[in-house]
């Protein structure tokens, strides 16, 4: 239990994102040993103080919310968190479930698209979902209106189904779902990354459109206009090696450009469940690595070495820290091409950047890409 609320800690901690968070734990190997580390962290990389970190009370609350709402806490790099999902560079450190953690390592496809869904579209969408789940798949949305109801609704009438929710797992969204969350979670699963009681804003979806990809093994897209969460949710499929399925629409309905553009840029034509079946692997974790963007990165599969301290020296700590900053600006940078240019060992950069993680400076993305974020005013 202590080591449960010393994860929700770090997970809260101010500066601390899915990504840092995996590498401090690898790094430090306990929450513990995390939470007494980042304030020295903090001061190496230029900040003159450490970063809020949340108290146990706080911990406590947040896992006394979650079990009112009748949901388990799953933690990243632990039994029990998704396998798929798991795969993610930036995967959820905490992950809220209601219902039943198992359903979310079952064969799964994805089916997204617009809220502002055809009645066609709504229709195509709940037939195939419930021709998907009688073939034995658990499908995955967003519990939106249009397209992700519509899915949800097909897939209850033969099977499971899996809601991904932007803000905290007791706050249903939209509201007047939320007598269909608790019909999910009766035999499915509904899952949340936002601590309970949030109330979701824009940017938790691009977020939550993250973890619909990261669960499924493919995804299939049926209404989507050319700038939607629809295709935000299909370029995180793509990048973790998911296959990508689209159902053509009129080119006359703006709301199929989304979809038909996809299928020019090569996702696979689906105009029923058959479609998607034959393209799908037998079971999670077959057939990863077919993406065109995926690769199985050092440290998601397998332990990195254990990343070296940064030099106890301050003046040559502020040399490396103030090399590496100079080489970097707010749009994303490649890891590999920084240490190329800056001439330092890898080991070097990568305990700075921790540091300067930690301290608010940069942020790491996945694809092993790091930005310097704006000054803190520190």
């Not at 798991?86 to 617009?114: F, K, N, T, W, Y």
């Not at 097909?154 to 969350?181: F, K, S």
């Amino acid at each position: 239990m202590s080591e449960d609320l010393d994860r929700i800690r770090l997970a809260r901690t101010e500066g601390v994102g899915p990504v840092t968070y995996r590498r401090l734990l690898r790094r430090y190997g306990s929450a513990a040993a995390c939470l007494d580390a980042l304030p020295g962290l903090a001061r190496a990389g230029g900040r003159e103080t450490g970063p809020a970190i949340p108290g146990r009370y706080d911990a406590e609350r947040e896992l006394e919310q979650a079990g009112r709402a009748r949901a388990a806490l799953l933690f990243v790099d632990s039994p029990g968190y998704p396998k798929l999902l798991a795969l993610l560079e930036d995967a959820p450190a905490v992950l809220a479930v209601q219902g039943r953690p198992d359903v979310l390592d079952m064969r799964a496809v994805a089916m997204v698209g617009s809220r502002n869904a055809s009645a066609n579209g709504q229709r195509l969408a709940e037939s195939m979902a419930e021709d998907l789940a009688t073939a034995g798949l658990v499908v995955v949305s967003g519990l939106a209106r249009g397209i992700d109801a519509a899915a949800h609704a097909g897939a209850l009438r033969a099977g499971m189904t899996v809601a991904c929710v932007a803000g905290g797992i007791d706050v249903p969204y939209p509201p007047e779902h939320a007598n269909l969350q608790e019909r999910i979670a009766c035999g499915g699963a509904v899952v949340a990354e936002a601590p309970p009681g949030t109330a979701p804003q824009a940017r938790h979806f691009p977020r939550r459109n993250r973890i619909i990809a990261g669960l499924s093994l493919g995804i299939v897209v049926v209404e989507a206009a050319m700038r939607s969460g629809s295709l935000i949710t299909a370029r995180h499929a793509q990048e973790a090696g998911r296959e990508v399925f689209a159902i053509p629409g009129s080119p006359l309905d703006p709301r199929c450009r989304g979809a038909n553009d996809l299928i020019r840029q090569g996702a696979r034509l689906a105009e029923t469940a058959a479609d998607v079946l034959e393209d799908l692997p037998e079971h999670p974790g077959e057939g990863l690595g077919r993406g065109p963007q995926f690769t199985r990165r050092r440290g998601l599969l397998e332990p990195p070495a254990r990343l070296p301290e940064p030099p106890e020296d301050p003046t040559a700590a502020g040399r490396i820290r103030d090399r590496i900053t100079s080489l970097l600006g707010p749009s994303a940078t490649s890891v590999d091409e920084l240490i190329r240019r800056s001439q330092l060992t890898p080991g070097a950069v990568m305990a700075v950047l921790l540091m300067l993680e930690v301290a608010g400076r940069v942020e790491m993305q996945p694809g092993n890409m790091v930005a310097l974020l704006a000054d803190p005013g520190h």
